[in-house]
């Protein structure tokens, strides 16, 4: 079982950066990977970075260039730096983590943080 807990959400100015973390109860170590994911209003929620247990990464093509994801197992959390923000990056952001057992996909979810951008 993996809880997660986000932080590092808030109000900036478009052109900011903001740095948000997940902090895992559980070992991280084990995940096949970690994603920040984003639900902006009315839209569905989508992804936006991901790491894999081999440091692998992956973006959605309106964050990449901006918005590194790193994580530390060690210390059990994800990071997301997010630079260059802007008015669309408006959105909460949820951290998830996705393990693989015997072929089964478990998804875990934090509560998710708001970040809001001002144009």
């Known amino acids: 079982q993996v809880q997660l807990v986000e932080s590092g959400g808030g109000l900036v100015q478009a052109g900011g950066s903001l740095r948000l973390s997940c902090a895992a109860s559980?070992?991280?170590?084990?995940?096949?990977?970690m994603a920040w994911y984003r639900q902006a209003p009315g839209k569905q929620r989508e992804l936006g970075a991901e790491?894999?247990?081999?440091?692998?990464?992956n973006y959605v093509d309106s964050v990449k260039g901006r918005f590194p994801i790193s994580r530390d197992n060690a210390k059990n959390t994800v990071h997301l730096q997010m630079n260059s923000l802007k008015f669309e990056d408006t959105a909460v952001y949820y951290c998830?983590?996705?393990?693989?057992?015997?072929?089964?996909?478990?998804?875990?979810w934090g509560q998710g943080t708001q970040v809001t951008v001002s144009s």
């Open positions: 998830a983590a996705h393990i693989v057992r015997l072929g089964i996909v478990y998804n875990y």
């Open positions: 559980g070992s991280i170590f084990s995940a096949n990977s």
């Open positions: 790491i894999t247990s081999g440091g692998s990464t």
